[in-house]
């Protein structure tokens, strides 16, 4: 063994004896306890059950949960909760489960900043908003401190909750990590702020805490991490961070500049159990520590614990872990080439040239396979998708089968990445969630595996997915989500306290944005993405709220992809949101889409106008009834909108995950409209979507309708974590809506045929095609695309959308023109065959293509056209879809000829909404994120009144060790 380890047992008696101290000991508020708030929330339940009710609270950062307790109170069942020191204002819900109801359904707000002590007991009852209060007999009244930040090293600003004339120096003390008083030389009091000097400088890698009348809150350092400065001195460019397994020993390497020592803990199992004797980690260039075990360490665990002053952070997950045991507690040291699926070696991507040659599927994975006639036996597994020949009662082929037979090229996978918000020791109880709540970046989420105890279960499952469907012709897209984690005791903040997040930021709505700026910060999700890359062959990533990562590192993160594979996609959401910077940069928005080449952008443009606001069900848009829209259409049509430089950087689209489904918004909107009206404007969106520029993206199940019902037969907005019986994908509406399923796979058949719809550039836009501008009834649209444009395989595209409920005739150009697409039917044999004019049907779409060429369409798979003027194009050339002998349930009104190639549509991303109410989302939210932590602060600062015996114990317990290690030390060297 390599690393320096303490093996006499009167060491190792020290050691122990610190850890106890800082485990127990160290961590502990020290406050005075008659400082602190405690509320008690009372709820009372006519039915008087309890069980599975629980109260959400937040303050300005996390939120934490705490369950009820019925002693049988006459005012109901009572959950108490510690208020965090400084806060004014505690947000609470009472939520059932894992956020599977809320009652009421609103946020209520608790007002503190009048109390500096003492309890506050709430008197809530189920259905009503309001509640009353009752301060105890203890609760003091006055003046509390609620922020403090270090203007400079001798300069503390501080917020009190009001005014006070009285305030006086001897008000105040400020405390070093060990306990130690700064001496106080001056006061500038204003109001309720005001300044205070300190004679002694502050440094501002440690931590201070800052005592107002027995009150103690942590002093904010400024954004020293983002200056040129530390970045200088500690940006760290190797790529060893993390565990590097070798058969013959283990190198640990972690980044962590701020602590003043780092132990590894040894762990036989992911969970339980106890950790060998810690190891003492030697600090290392720019910030980073390392040790080295000798002998093979495959298949055991580890974590960090970190020594800050008087505060030690124990347990730490290593953030560059390859995977974990049950629940992400610990890290796991794992053979990864141990994991790797028979014929693994001989995988590879299934990309494309350009992006617009994609049809991109948003899926979630538990919702694929969660319908209980489909047939699948894995049931929300990773391993579902590897299960072929799977149909449900009706015959209808399911899982696998049906994305093969349906024709999309990518799946975009909702996260699957280790997130938080479902406990994998509990997976024989219902739980659903997206997963935008991230743990550990770089492990495999465990409940979609079949056993989420054992790290390299995960990763071997995931591996089988991604290779059942690249055998399928399939691109796997991950949604990743580095916008924001699921709470801050995310594990690179426990190693550098401050320095993951950004200062007061909540532009996530889950109030940790990432302050991707800092140069660690951008290189570990560089380094994630491209691990994930290259480790798993996925062959694009979708990024969750883009808007809040700056474009530096989207530009590396492209940079990076581009050296492992340049048709690796990426794509996101690029709404403009408020965060707060740490430095002076661009964010990754559409209004900055020309600053991120190779890098595609949501169109909410397209989005809203054909469908409407997505913030407002009634409102309908171009295809439901607001023919108002039509510029809207028009101007998303060409993939270009005004932010848009190139439809190589759009995302076409009407749904995704977020937001009701297109099914039951178009329902919403016009709920009087008969069911065969409805399905007609379902289908028109459809066509827009596929004959636009652009990457075009559709939400699994749009396809047959998909519907998300609640149990009071209202739809749901926001499912994130509702039950299977709203999420699956209902197999059986397939075969209840044939013709529109027909419909959809006929449309990604005809526009793998005709590369005229995947255009590259705006300048071939703006060149190929031509909107007609005289003749139309109002709201109809109508435009020819170039038979020039793009290697297009015919002489010229006609396209014609009619919203309105009547038939309506356009004037076709010259030439004989075959129908492709009209009315219900779609696909790549002729429907007929029209000259001077045509009859478009209600509320339908009609596209043509002159009839006098035979030449065989191109295929994307063929074409020289890089998707991007610096990138080459793809050199592998996947395999036919459309040569398949895989036979399909339903056959399209048309057979595909065997010249038409398998092309398939690249899509990138799925665009969730900008806001919403809903506490774990993964846009924006009023509520605080969903988690399922008890407690809302995973370290502790040191307060003013730090017991002197302690620090004569660690004192002398640090000596001892120092000097037992020298002696080893020079034993060791002696015996040589």
């Known amino acids: 063994m390599n690393a320096k380890r303490i093996s006499k047992s009167v060491i190792a008696s020290v050691l122990t004896l610190m850890l106890i101290i800082s485990c127990f000991v160290l961590p502990a508020s020290f406050v005075n306890a008659a400082n602190t708030i405690t509320a008690k929330f009372y709820y009372l339940r006519e039915d008087g059950n309890y069980d599975n009710w629980s109260l959400w609270t937040w303050t300005d950062g996390d939120g934490w949960s705490t369950d009820f307790v019925d002693e049988g109170d006459p005012h109901g069942a009572v959950a108490t909760v510690t208020v965090p020191d400084g806060a004014t204002d505690l947000g609470f819900i009472v939520r059932k489960g894992n956020w599977e109801a809320k009652d009421p359904e609103d946020d209520r707000h608790l007002e503190i900043g009048a109390v500096v002590s003492g309890t506050i007991n709430v008197y809530c009852k189920s259905g009503e908003m309001d509640y009353d209060t009752e301060y105890g007999s203890d609760v003091v009244l006055g003046t509390k401190i609620t922020k403090s930040l270090a203007n400079s090293k001798t300069e503390i600003a501080y917020t009190l909750t009001k005014a006070d004339e009285t305030v006086t120096a001897e008000d105040f003390v400020v405390t070093d990590a060990l306990g130690n008083n700064l001496t106080i030389t001056g006061i500038t009091p204003d109001g309720e702020k005001g300044t205070i000097t300190v004679a002694e400088e502050m440094d501002y890698l440690k931590n201070y805490t800052l005592t107002f009348r027995g009150t103690t809150i942590a002093v904010k350092m400024p954004e020293y991490f983002s200056s040129k400065e530390f970045e200088d001195m500690y940006t760290y460019d190797g790529d060893d961070l993390g565990a590097t397994y070798t058969n013959e020993k283990t190198d640990f390497?972690?980044?962590?500049?701020?602590?003043?020592?780092?132990?590894?803990?040894?762990?036989?199992?992911?969970?339980?159990?106890?950790?060998?004797?810690?190891?003492?980690?030697?600090?290392?260039?720019?910030?980073?520590?390392?040790?080295?075990?000798?002998?093979?360490?495959?298949?055991?665990?580890?974590?960090?614990?970190?020594?800050?002053?008087?505060?030690?952070?124990?347990?730490?997950?290593?953030?560059?872990?390859?995977?974990?045991?049950?629940?992400?507690?610990?890290?796991?040291?794992?053979?990864?080439?141990?994991?790797?699926?028979?014929?693994?070696?001989?995988?590879?991507?299934?990309?494309?040239?350009?992006?617009?040659?994609?049809?991109?599927?948003?899926?979630?994975?538990?919702?694929?396979?969660?319908?209980?006639?489909?047939?699948?036996?894995?049931?929300?597994?990773?391993?579902?998708?590897?299960?072929?020949?799977?149909?449900?009662?009706?015959?209808?082929?399911?899982?696998?089968?049906?994305?093969?037979?349906?024709?999309?090229?990518?799946?975009?996978?909702?996260?699957?990445?280790?997130?938080g918000s479902?406990?994998?020791?509990?997976?024989?109880?219902?739980?659903?969630?997206?997963?935008?709540?991230?743990?550990?970046?770089?492990?495999?989420?465990?409940?979609?595996?079949?056993?989420?105890?054992?790290?390299?279960?995960?990763?071997?499952?995931?591996?089988?997915?991604?290779?059942?469907?690249?055998n399928a012709d399939i691109g796997v897209i991950m949604d990743v989500v580095y916008n924001h984690t699921y709470n801050t005791n995310y594990c690179f903040n426990q190693l550098v306290p401050g320095y993951f997040y950004r200062t007061d930021s909540n532009g996530s709505g889950c109030g940790n944005d990432v302050a991707s700026e800092r140069s660690m910060v951008r290189k570990f999700i560089v380094d994630s993405v491209a691990y994930w890359a290259s480790e798993y062959h996925l062959d694009g990533f979708r990024f969750d709220l883009m808007g809040l990562i700056d474009t530096d590192t989207m530009n590396a993160v492209r940079e990076a992809l581009n050296k492992i594979d340049p048709t690796i996609c990426v794509y996101g959401e690029g709404w403009s949101l408020s965060t707060n910077l740490s430095k002076d940069v661009s964010l990754a928005t559409q209004p900055n889409s020309s600053l991120t080449p190779g890098i595609a952008y949501f169109s909410d443009t397209i989005r809203d106008a054909i469908k409407g606001s997505v913030f407002d069900a009634e409102e309908p848009g171009y295809v439901n009834g607001n023919i108002k829209k039509a510029a809207s259409i028009k101007n998303g049509v060409l993939g270009t909108p005004s932010w848009s430089p190139s439809p190589l950087q759009t995302v076409t689209y009407a749904s995704c995950h977020d937001n009701l489904t297109l099914w039951d918004k178009i329902a919403s909107s016009n709920p009087d409209d008969s069911e065969e009206d409805r399905i007609k404007q379902n289908l028109l969106s459809a066509a827009i979507v596929y004959t636009s520029q652009g990457i075009p993206f559709i939400q699994a199940g749009e396809e047959f309708l998909r519907t998300k019902v609640k149990e009071d037969g209202t739809f749901e907005h926001n499912s994130y974590a509702s039950p299977d019986s709203v999420n699956l994908l209902d197999y059986s509406r397939i075969t209840d809506y044939k013709d529109v399923?027909?419909?959809?796979?006929?449309?990604?058949?005809?526009?793998?045929?005709?590369?005229?719809?995947?255009?590259?550039?705006?300048?071939?836009?703006?060149?190929?095609?031509?909107?007609?501008?005289?003749?139309?009834?109002?709201?109809?649209?109508?435009?020819?695309?170039?038979?020039?444009?793009?290697?297009?395989?015919?002489?010229?595209?006609?396209?014609?959308y009619n919203p309105n409920n009547q038939a309506t005739n356009v004037t076709l150009p010259d030439g004989d023109w075959d129908v492709y697409v009209s009315g219900n039917q779609a696909g790549t044999t002729v429907l007929s065959t029209v000259s001077g004019e045509v009859s478009v049907d209600p509320i339908s779409a009609t596209v043509l293509v002159k009839s006098d060429n035979q030449e065989e369409p191109s295929n994307p798979e063929e074409s020289d056209e890089p998707s991007n003027p610096d990138e080459p194009s793809n050199p592998d050339e996947?395999?036919?879809?459309?040569?398949?002998?895989?036979?399909?349930?339903?056959?399209?009104?048309?057979?595909?000829?065997?010249?038409?190639?398998?092309?398939?549509?690249?899509?990138?991303?799925?665009?969730?909404?900008?806001?919403?109410?809903?506490?774990?989302?993964?846009?924006?939210?009023?509520?605080?994120?969903?988690?399922?932590?008890?407690?809302?602060?995973?370290?502790?600062?040191?307060?003013?009144?730090?017991?002197?015996?302690?620090?004569?114990?660690?004192?002398?317990?640090?000596?001892?060790?120092?000097?037992?290690?020298?002696?080893?030390?020079?034993?060791?060297?002696?015996?040589?």
């Open 253 to 419: 390497r972690v980044w962590a500049p701020t602590a003043d020592q780092i132990y590894l803990n040894l762990y036989d199992e992911g969970n339980g159990g106890e950790a060998a004797a810690p190891i003492i980690m030697e600090k290392d260039v720019k910030g980073t520590w390392v040790a080295s075990v000798d002998g093979d360490l495959n298949g055991k665990y580890y974590t960090y614990s970190a020594v800050f002053g008087n505060t030690v952070n124990n347990d730490i997950v290593d953030p560059y872990a390859k995977s974990v045991g049950v629940n992400g507690k610990r890290g796991m040291i794992l053979d990864l080439d141990s994991t790797d699926p028979d014929g693994w070696d001989s995988d590879s991507r299934h990309t494309y040239a350009n992006a617009t040659d994609m049809s991109i599927y948003e899926l979630h994975i538990r919702d694929f396979s969660t319908d209980p006639d489909c047939g699948i036996t894995n049931t929300g597994k990773y391993i579902a998708f590897t299960e072929t020949g799977t149909k449900d009662s009706n015959g209808v082929p399911t899982g696998i089968d049906h994305l093969k037979d349906l024709g999309i090229t990518s799946v975009h996978i909702l996260p699957s990445y280790d997130f």
């Open 422 to 470: 479902v406990d994998e020791t509990k997976l024989d109880k219902a739980q659903f969630n997206w997963g935008y709540d991230p743990v550990n970046y770089n492990a495999p989420e465990g409940s979609y595996s079949t056993d989420p105890y054992h790290g390299e279960v995960r990763v071997n499952e995931y591996k089988q997915m991604v290779q059942s469907l690249h």
């Open 741 to 800: 399923y027909n419909y959809y796979k006929g449309l990604i058949s005809f526009r793998k045929a005709h590369s005229a719809f995947r255009m590259t550039s705006a300048e071939d836009v703006k060149n190929y095609i031509s909107f007609v501008e005289d003749g139309l009834d109002e709201g109809v649209i109508a435009y020819s695309i170039d038979g020039a444009a793009n290697d297009e395989a015919s002489d010229g595209i006609f396209v014609v």
């Open 878 to 976: 996947p395999s036919n879809t459309e040569d398949s002998d895989e036979p399909s349930y339903y056959e399209e009104p048309e057979s595909i000829p065997e010249s038409i190639p398998s092309d398939t549509d690249n899509s990138n991303g799925s665009g969730e909404s900008n806001t919403s109410t809903a506490p774990q989302n993964s846009n924006t939210s009023t509520a605080p994120q969903n988690s399922n932590t008890t407690n809302n602060n995973g370290t502790t600062n040191t307060g003013d009144t730090f017991p002197v015996v302690l620090v004569v114990i660690f004192a002398v317990a640090a000596a001892t060790v120092i000097t037992l290690v020298v002696i080893s030390s020079k034993k060791s060297r002696n015996s040589k």
